[in-house]
C-alpha cells in the first residue's frame, strides 16, 4: 500500500510543474503525496491574478476532493499565493482548508515562517523568480512577520510556465549578488522553480540555512504526521 507512514494531500497550482516532483522526491518512503490541482487565471505570476485565484470556492473544492485520498493533512502549495494579502492571509487560508476538508492545514507561507523560527533565521538574503510587485509584498509579509530581509531580487518572470522552466543554476548569481555576511539564512521562493537539490551545495558555501518553498512545505507537513526523522541528505532544516 502507497502511504504506510502517512499519505499528504497537496493543493497545487495546475501551471506548476515543479512542485509535485520536489515535494515527492523529500518524502520518505512509504510517505506518498497527492496532488489537487487549482487554476491560476491566465497563469500569470501577478497580485491580481493570485487574489483572482483564491476569490472562488476552488482552494475548498481541491481541499474537498484530497479527503478521498485518506490524506491526514493538506498542503497548499504556493508562496505569493499564501501572503499576497499580507500579514495573516496565510492563516485565513489554512482555515478554510481545514473547514472544507475536517483536516489540519498549512500553506507554504506558513510553512516558510514556521521554518525560519526552527533554524533561528533572523536576517534573509531573499530570492524569487518574480516582478518587483511581489517582491515587495513577500519582502513586508516577512518583515511584519518578524524577520528582516537584508534584500530581494527576482528574476521578473510574469508566468508560471516560465518559472517552471528554470533550472537550479538559475539562482547563483542572484544569490551572489545580495548575500553578506549580514545575513543568517538565504531563502528561495516559489514552489514552481526547480531548485530543491541545490540547497545541500548552497548551505556548504554559504555557510547558513538555505531553505526553498518546497523544502519549508515538505518539512513542515510531514512534522505535521508525526514523521520527524533527521534527513540531513535534504538540508538543515531536515535536522530540525
Known sequence: ?????????????ATD??????????????????????LLPRGEVDAQA?????ETDSLENAASILTWTG??????ACTTGSLVHGLGWDKELVDRV?????????????AVLRAFKALGVTKLA???PYIDELNQIEKKFFE????????????????????????????LANIEKIFDESCDGI???CTDWHIVELVPQLEAKYGVPVITSNLAGAWAVLREIGYTTPQPENGRLFTV
Not at 1 to 13: E, F, P, S
Open 144 to 171: 511584519d512577520s518578524g524577520f528582516a530581509v537584508k534584500d530581494i531580487v527576482g528574476l521578473g518572470l510574469t508566468t508560471d510556465p516560465e518559472i517552471g522552466d528554470l533550472y537550479p543554476s538559475d539562482a
Open 17 to 38: 510543474t515543479s512542485v509535485h516532483p520536489e515535494i515527492q522526491r523529500l518524502m520518505p518512503e512509504d510517505v506518498h503525496t497527492y496532488p489537487a490541482p487549482i
Open 187 to 189: 531563502f528561495i521562493s
Open 50 to 54: 493570485l487574489a483572482e485565484m483564491l
Open 126 to 128: 531573499v530570492v524569487t
Open 98 to 110: 481545514t473547514k472544507a476538508s475536517g483536516l489540519s492545514a498549512t500553506t507554504t507561507a506558513t
Open 71 to 76: 490524506a491526514k493533512t493538506i498542503l497548499f
Open 1 to 13: 500500500m502507497y502511504g504506510n507512514l502517512g499519505r499528504i494531500g497537496v493543493i497545487t497550482l
